[in-house]
């Protein structure tokens, strides 16, 4: 019984703030019209500059199988590196004499500080090895020879054999990285792997077609929401602290 009747109090209760509120309405037209109109406004602009800037459409792009591994990119290519060890000299051996002859040249260098200030005075032709350990390395390209970055952010639909996704391939860098990588298996495993990896082919893919945003415009519709409702949240607000 005590339920029911508590039931009954919040209806009736909740009924007399809704007529109320309906009441204050209905007295203050010039606020309730801008509740509802600013909110309106703004996302009415928003949705104008959505049809102004629409999403870009990217196309579909078929693989893009790019020419066989060719070793003559890397002719006349001075190779320094650095430090000089008897496994280095012996890799560096190797890759100059078995898997690329009559292509580069070698220079040893005591130090990395030592073929940094060497590569300045050097043609753009230079590349540099600095062996971490026994089994890592890192090659030194100039800088407009390979990607700044090795995350590739644009689209792929303008891509052919010659765009910034496959300089690594076109530069020579995977010719050079691939011949080492055999020298040190071979002198790891007694076992040659060249003939393998000089027949390695690669392949650009493809990708289905798709929109997207610019980033800035992304970014800036998430503000732009905020300011439309934040009117909406004001007079929310200022009613619940009235109540």
């Known amino acids: 019984m005590a339920t029911a009747i508590r039931e009954v109090g919040v209806w009736r209760q909740t009924r007399t703030l809704l007529l109320k509120n309906y009441l204050i309405k209905c007295r203050t037209k010039k606020s309730s019209v801008q509740e509802i109109l600013f909110p309106?406004?703004?996302?009415?602009?928003?949705?104008?500059?959505?049809?102004?800037?629409?999403?870009?459409?990217?196309?579909?792009?078929?693989?893009?199988?790019?020419?066989?591994?060719?070793?003559?990119?890397?002719?006349?290519?001075?190779?320094?590196?650095?430090?000089?060890?008897?496994?280095?000299?012996?890799?560096?051996?190797?890759?100059?004499?078995?898997?690329?002859?009559?292509?580069?040249?070698?220079?040893?260098?005591?130090?990395?500080?030592?073929?940094?200030?060497?590569?300045?005075?050097?043609?753009?032709?230079?590349?540099?090895?600095?062996?971490?350990?026994?089994?890592?390395?890192?090659?030194?390209?100039?800088?407009?020879?390979?990607?700044?970055?090795?995350?590739?952010?644009?689209?792929?639909?303008?891509?052919?054999?010659?765009?910034?996704?496959?300089?690594?391939?076109?530069?020579?860098f995977t010719v050079l990285q691939a011949s080492i990588d055999a020298a040190i298996i071979q002198l790891k495993t007694n076992v040659s792997l060249w003939k393998e990896l000089e027949s390695t082919k690669a392949v650009i893919m493809g990708g289905n077609c798709y929109y997207r945003n610019s980033y800035l415009f992304s970014r800036l519709i998430l503000l732009y929401l905020v300011i439309a409702f934040s009117p909406f949240g004001y007079f929310l607000a200022i009613h619940i602290v009235i109540k």
Request: glycine fraction near 4%; hydrophobic fraction near 40%.
């Open 40 to 172: 309106l406004f703004f996302l009415f602009w928003l949705i104008l500059i959505s049809m102004m800037h629409p999403n870009k459409k990217y196309e579909e792009v078929p693989d893009i199988e790019l020419n066989p591994m060719d070793k003559s990119i890397l002719s006349n290519l001075i190779l320094g590196y650095t430090p000089v060890t008897n496994i280095t000299s012996s890799i560096m051996q190797r890759v100059s004499a078995d898997h690329l002859p009559d292509v580069i040249i070698t220079e040893e260098y005591a130090n990395e500080k030592e073929m940094l200030a060497s590569s300045l005075s050097k043609p753009s032709n230079f590349v540099g090895v600095v062996f971490k350990d026994f089994m890592s390395y890192e090659l030194r390209f100039f800088p407009d020879m390979i990607p700044v970055s090795s995350i590739y952010m644009d689209s792929r639909a303008g891509c052919s054999k010659s765009c910034e996704a496959a300089q690594y391939w076109s530069s020579g």
